[in-house]
């Protein structure tokens, strides 16, 4: 994702083929990035309109619309030009190699050491901090980074072999990269496509609706698609950028705002609440329980307390973003009558559901069965998560060379477990439970009780991910020395696990690099940057008001407080 202190390659669980963006205004290119498939996206950034409020005529849009099945209509454009395409890397950027290296060395040798620290906890803070802000900084790839940082640990003797590599055995992490496959195996059948199109035809005679069309339908397959990168680019970009195009509405000049804009920014703006909505929407989530529990915060039927948490909140949130956007960024075509005709001339098109799709229907809703009831019957998620993988390769639905093609979930693999195993370490050697007693009594200084000390935090957590271009880096980063604030200063535990876990969805919007999916919906070219920043935060305060009001009585009505 880019930014210009923040810029760290961006990977994605598809493998998108698309047209390049035309500009009719000069344009400054932001790197390509690589994708799993090899692919590259290719963000263009664009200037800043000088009156980023736009006052639009009602129009009607009746041109015929033609859409693709496929997700090559994506804006994602891995052959731009060879001008375009990334420089071989010449190793390390020293800027951001001497600052990230300088943060670990000062804390190492020049910051006081706590009477309450050991030398081992200590010099373990340093890598841990250095390699974080390797993160935000990107002197390398943020894999090479991390394992950078790992070999500092052992050489160091900080920490022995098996120590720093033995988050590569997590389970969370192994059912976050076996995510990724079945995202693929979403886009692959064109079963997401499907869904979506119905949900188009049904919803779809305006553009109101057609955003709420568009948004319900994610809603419906996020607990199955746990990647929300993968539903951005892989099934719901292409639809927006084929209903755009066909209705005159173009990346990159005026008339984006016919359609294109609203769309992309309200699809954007609600993919954190479906993500939010069910603990298998979005890998981050299960990492997060995950952590909580290594903090002694266990939640029983995980899947069931989440979404029952989460339900109302979450609910009415999804359906107030599209209309708060509509009248805050409001489109040109008010009205799209051509849309249920188009999505049933392309699902006549698609023909019936193939054998393949059955296959991924019937995978799904074993592996959904199992997540939600995998407690009482005693099988764990990443077991229920192989099984449903096991079965996909056998019938043929998806093989090995998909999974291999699938860089984004072996880099996952390898950076998240080193962040998440130095998390793991520091909470064994107490900086964790230091830290948090620190933050608690300061605090306490203020005389706040749980529920303030509660809203301080929540509110910290969420604004410090404008630091961040990602939001599994957040989690692995921050999460659990956040959540031993919450019990320090005497906030419920299942409550304060839930409302960071719910949060680490919400800020995913904030920004066009806070997130895989607003990368992706970024790149198409619909949006300006100074739109982006400015509905970002407004969404962000509307969802903390819903949240932080509604929540409250649901979450007493639910006897987590």
């Known amino acids: 994702m880019e930014s ?28 390509s990035t690589p994708l799993p498939s090899a692919a590259a996206l290719s963000f263009i950034a664009r200037p800043l309109s000088p009156n980023p409020l736009r006052l639009r005529p009602v129009k009607r849009c009746h041109s015929p619309i033609r859409a693709s099945s496929s997700p090559s209509s994506a804006a994602l454009n891995p052959a731009a030009s060879p001008s375009a395409s990334p420089q071989p890397s010449q190793g390390a950027k020293p800027i951001p190699f001497a600052i990230s290296a300088a943060i670990g060395l000062a804390v190492r040798f020049l910051v006081p050491r706590p009477v309450e620290v050991t030398p081992q906890a200590w010099q373990l803070l340093a890598i841990f901090l250095s390699t974080i802000a390797g993160l935000v900084l990107s002197p390398l790839p943020v894999g090479a980074w991390a394992f950078i940082g790992l070999t500092a640990s052992i050489i160091t003797k900080t920490l022995t072999f098996s120590a720093a590599f033995g988050a590569f055995t997590n389970e969370v992490i192994w059912l976050i990269v076996i995510s990724f496959f079945f995202a693929r195996g979403f886009v692959k059948t064109g079963l997401g496509d499907r869904i979506a199109t119905y949900f188009v035809k049904w919803l779809g005679r305006s553009t109101l609706g057609l955003s709420y069309g568009l948004t319900i339908s994610e809603a419906f397959i996020a607990p199955a698609m746990p990647s929300t990168t993968a539903r951005a680019g892989g099934v719901f970009l292409p639809i927006i950028k084929s209903l755009s195009l066909r209705c005159g509405s173009k990346p990159g000049d005026q008339s984006a ?16 609440n479906s993500s939010a909505l069910f603990l298998t929407a979005a890998a981050q989530n299960l990492l997060c329980l995950k952590l909580a529990e290594e903090l002694g915060v266990r939640i029983s039927s995980p899947w069931v307390s989440w979404f029952k948490a989460a339900s109302l909140p979450a609910i009415v949130s999804l359906l107030a973003t599209p209309f708060i956007l509509y009248k805050l960024f409001p489109p040109q075509v008010k009205d799209t009558p051509d849309a249920p005709a188009l999505a049933t001339k392309k699902l006549e098109q698609m023909g019936p559901v193939t054998t393949n799709e059955w296959a991924m229907v019937g995978t799904m809703v074993l592996a959904v069965s199992l997540w939600v009831f995998g407690d009482a019957l005693g099988i764990p998620s990443v077991v229920a998560a192989m099984l449903g993988l096991s079965i996909l390769l056998l019938l043929g639905v998806l093989n090995w060379d998909d999974c291999l093609s699938e860089k984004s979930a072996w880099d996952t693999l390898a950076w998240f477990a080193v962040l998440v195993g130095m998390a793991g370490q520091l909470t064994n050697l107490g900086i964790v439970p230091w830290m948090s007693n620190c933050v608690a009594k300061f605090l306490q200084s203020f005389s706040l009780s749980w529920p303030a000390a509660l809203c301080v935090l929540q509110a910290s957590y969420f604004l410090i991910h404008y630091l961040f271009a990602s939001q599994t880096g ?5 999460y659990s020395a956040f959540l031993a604030m919450h019990l320090a200063a005497g906030v419920p535990g299942v409550l304060a696990a839930l409302a960071l876990a719910y949060n680490t969805n919400l800020f995913g919007a904030l920004t066009h690099y806070s997130s895989g999916q607003a990368a992706v919906y970024y ?7 100074a739109d982006v920043f400015r509905l970002g935060f407004i969404v962000a305060l509307i969802n903390a008001l819903v949240w932080g009001v509604v929540g409250t009585f649901w979450w007493k009505f639910l006897r987590l407080y």
């Open 4 to 31: 210009s202190a923040l810029s760290r390659p961006i990977t994605s669980p598809l493998s998108i083929r698309a047209t390049p963006i035309l500009r009719h205004r000069p344009v400054s290119c932001l790197r």
């Open 257 to 272: 705002g016919k359609l294109g804009s609203y769309l992309i920014m309200s699809q954007l703006q609600s993919a954190g």
């Open 474 to 478: 957040h989690v692995g980063a921050l």
């Open 523 to 529: 790149g198409a070219g619909y949006v300006e940057l």
